[in-house]
């Protein structure tokens, strides 16, 4: 019989921005995270040929992609349209996005807060990704772009729009 899991919040393993909840070690199906999000972070449309991502937000705002657009995609994915004419979406707490295998996606936090979400990813494992980036980005010097784009295709994170830091636009 095996025991389910009870976290307290802000519990589990740090990796990058995001808070490791469930991974591989006790699911096979998916990998689960609280990620922060900050102002101006935007990961770059991108997507995975066997994944499936479920995005919900829990605090702050984010623009989320979660389309193929009608035209080539280039530039600045926060442009984009889909086929039937559906822009990107600005969504709240609440918000709820949920991706298919092979899908384009994305976030960015257009807010000067940072945002928070829950992150699902099947199968599990992702957090494997992120510990190797973080060993590879903790290695001194600049990061080799090759070795990260190696790194990412053999998670199966294939990039359309580069990972950025936009300027946080202040309100006033």
């Known amino acids: ?33 609280e990620a ?18 479920v995005f919900f937000v829990l605090e702050g705002e984010l623009d989320l992609l979660a389309f193929h657009p009608k035209d080539q995609p280039n530039g600045d994915w926060r442009a984009w349209e889909s086929a039937d ?4 979406f600005r969504g709240g707490p609440g918000s709820f996005m949920h991706v298919p295998a ?7 936090n257009p807010g000067t807060e940072t945002a ?4 699902l990813v099947s199968p599990s494992g ?21 070795e990260i784009a190696a ?11 580069p990972l950025t830091n936009h300027p946080v636009a202040h309100h006033h």
């Open 126 to 146: 992702h957090e494997v990704y992120l510990q190797e980036l973080t060993d590879l980005l903790r290695s001194g010097g600049a990061p080799d772009p090759a």
């Open 151 to 161: 790194l990412r295709e053999r998670h199966d994170i294939h990039q359309l729009t």
């Open 102 to 108: 092979g899908c384009p996606h994305a976030f960015f």
């Open 85 to 88: 004419g559906t822009p990107v």
């Open 1 to 33: 019989m095996t025991d389910g899991l009870l976290l307290p919040p802000g519990a589990g393993r740090r990796l990058q921005t995001m808070t490791l909840k469930v991974g591989a070690e006790r699911s096979s199906v998916w990998s689960t995270f």
């Open 36 to 53: 922060e999000v900050p102002p101006g972070f935007d990961v770059g449309a991108h997507w995975h040929g066997q994944a499936e991502e």
């Open 116 to 119: 928070k979400m829950l992150f």
